[in-house]
Every structure is written in C-alpha cells, then in structure tokens.
C-alpha cells in the first residue's frame, strides 16, 4: 500500500514499483512498451508525472521524495 500527502511523488515511487515488476516479468518499462494484445495505446509515455512536477503540483524529482517504508509484522 501507498500513501502520500503529494501526488506527483506518489505516481513518481508507484512508476517505478511498476516498472520493477515489469523488469521482473520479463516485459519492458512503461515507457518502451509498444501496443500489444493487453494494451492498444500507441504512445505508453508517462510524462504526465514530470509534467505535473515542472507545474509545481508536487515533487518529480525522487532526490526530493522523502519515502519512508515500513514493515508490518
């Protein structure tokens, strides 16, 4: 579970899980990824993170992320 009191850095940190998972999968990152059977969108782009971080909705840049985990028992 994720929770966050900025949007941006939330999707920034939830990309990156994705990604991961992805990597792991053996699929490409959401941003290489062509159209395929699951997905018809021609441009996987996710630049709506960056874009909403340079309009200063909230923080894009993960040096800025302040990302605590925790480990529930």
């Known amino acids: 579970m994720y929770f966050a009191t900025d949007p941006v850095a ?6 990156q899980a994705i990604d991961a998972k992805r ?3 053996g699929m490409t990152t959401v941003a290489l990824s ?4 699951d997905s018809h969108y ?3 782009q996710v630049e709506h993170i960056e ?3 340079a309009l200063g909705l909230g923080v894009f840049d993960e040096k800025k ?3 605590k ?3 529930l028992a």
Do not use: T
């Open 23 to 25: 990597v792991a999968s």
């Open 51 to 53: 874009l909403a971080g």
């Open 34 to 37: 062509k159209p395929d059977d």
């Open 69 to 71: 985990r925790f480990k």
């Open 42 to 44: 021609l441009n996987c």
């Open 65 to 67: 992320i302040d990302l």
């Open 10 to 15: 939330l999707d920034k940190i939830g990309l």
